[in-house]
């Protein structure tokens, strides 16, 4: 698989007149997501059998715990709840600009709240029956930890996590003078690139920098030039962006420190395992 440009292209076998499968193969038509706002995104994104998107890997604690954080072009919401969950942010907002997405974002996050109450309560009723029948349960599991411990209530997430639809760049404000101690932009340059050209992608930079504290972190993964080769013809609007462009990926650097202002970078990772051919993308740390 290549980059999104091959996402949710499958063979199906057609029907004939009668209605019954002819046995021959026709190719689904491709979703067109104009944003890059496709249905299963994550699950295109990561290796089967991983239990967490290898991005999180190269994040730390520190950028998260007890902070008011922000993640634009959230899609369905997985990354933001899990960063929630695993670094404990005092809140999180997630904004993305199609409303489908957004709803799927609260549905993941209600599965996710629902799933930890049953396992909650299964661990309550086991150590119910075993008081009842007086067995001793050793409290310690395969992987070191406690029950009590691994299987703790998550509906504290409801609490944290929040989402928002709306464009980002040309349609959200901020409600006062609320700032950020952490944003995160993973894979979504390049679509508001190609939507709104040089002019959106410098507007982008400078909303983050405008709405960061002072020492405010910035995680910014951007998709590299071929990417946008891949998809320039998802829209007449991208098509005619994408010859108009005159800023590309290898000067987001030299913009973010010299144009916008951030006074620090540092390359996370070049090269994350776990992810899909097309994926293997650097995320880039900025701090204000």
């Given at each position: 698989?290549?980059?999104?440009?091959?996402l949710?292209t499958?063979?199906?076998?057609?029907?004939?007149?009668?209605g019954?499968?002819?046995?021959k193969?026709r190719?689904?038509?491709?979703?067109v997501?104009?944003f890059g706002?496709?249905?299963?995104?994550?699950?295109?994104?990561i290796?089967q059998?991983?239990e967490?998107d290898?991005?999180i890997?190269v994040?730390r604690?520190e950028?998260?715990?007890g902070k008011?954080c922000?993640?634009?072009?959230?899609?369905s919401g997985?990354?933001?709840?899990?960063i929630?969950?695993?670094?404990?942010?005092?809140?999180?907002?997630?904004?993305?600009?199609?409303?489908a997405?957004?709803?799927?974002?609260?549905?993941?996050?209600?599965?996710?709240?629902?799933?930890?109450?049953?396992?909650?309560?299964?661990v309550a009723?086991?150590?119910?029956?075993a008081?009842?029948?007086?067995?001793i349960?050793?409290?310690?599991?395969?992987?070191?930890?406690?029950e009590?411990?691994?299987?703790?209530s998550?509906?504290?997430?409801?609490?944290?996590?929040?989402?928002?639809?709306?464009?980002f760049v040309f349609?959200?404000s901020?409600p006062?003078?609320?700032?950020y101690?952490?944003?995160?932009?993973l894979?979504?340059?390049?679509?508001?690139?190609?939507?709104?050209?040089?002019?959106?992608?410098v507007?982008?930079f400078?909303?983050v920098?405008?709405l960061l504290?002072p020492?405010?972190?910035?995680?910014l993964?951007p998709?590299p030039?071929?990417?946008y080769?891949?998809?320039r013809?998802?829209?007449?609007?991208?098509?005619?962006?994408y010859?108009n462009l005159?800023i590309?990926?290898?000067?987001?650097q030299?913009?973010?420190?010299?144009?916008?202002?951030?006074?620090?970078?540092?390359?996370l990772?070049?090269?994350?395992?776990?992810?899909?051919?097309?994926?293997?993308?650097?995320?880039?740390?900025?701090?204000?």
């Open positions: 698989m290549e980059d999104e440009e091959n949710k499958h063979n199906v076998e057609a029907m004939d007149a009668t019954q499968h002819s046995g193969k190719k689904k038509q491709k979703e997501a104009i706002n496709y249905r299963n995104y994550y699950g295109y994104r290796e059998g991983l967490e290898p991005r890997k994040m604690k950028w998260f715990e008011n922000l993640d634009i072009g959230c899609n997985l990354i933001t709840i899990a929630a969950k695993k670094f404990g942010c005092q809140k999180i907002l997630g904004i993305d600009i199609d409303s997405r957004i709803q799927e974002a609260y549905w993941n996050l209600r599965k996710i709240v629902t799933k930890s109450e049953i396992k909650k309560r299964s009723d086991k150590s119910s029956d008081e009842t029948n007086n067995i349960i050793d409290p310690i599991d395969k992987t070191g930890q406690t009590t411990t691994q299987n703790h998550d509906s504290h997430l409801f609490d944290q996590v929040s989402f928002c639809k709306d464009n349609g959200w901020v006062g003078d609320k700032m101690d952490t944003i995160l932009c894979s979504v340059t390049k679509w508001i690139h190609l939507n709104w050209g040089d002019e959106g992608l507007t982008l400078s909303k920098w405008r504290k020492g405010g972190l910035f995680i993964e998709q030039w071929k990417s080769v891949s998809n013809q998802v829209s007449e609007v991208a098509s005619t962006n010859k005159s590309f990926p290898q000067h987001f030299e913009i973010l420190l010299d144009k916008i202002g951030f006074r620090k970078i540092k390359n990772s070049s090269s994350l395992n776990g992810s899909k051919t097309g994926f293997n993308r650097p995320i880039l740390a900025l701090w204000k």
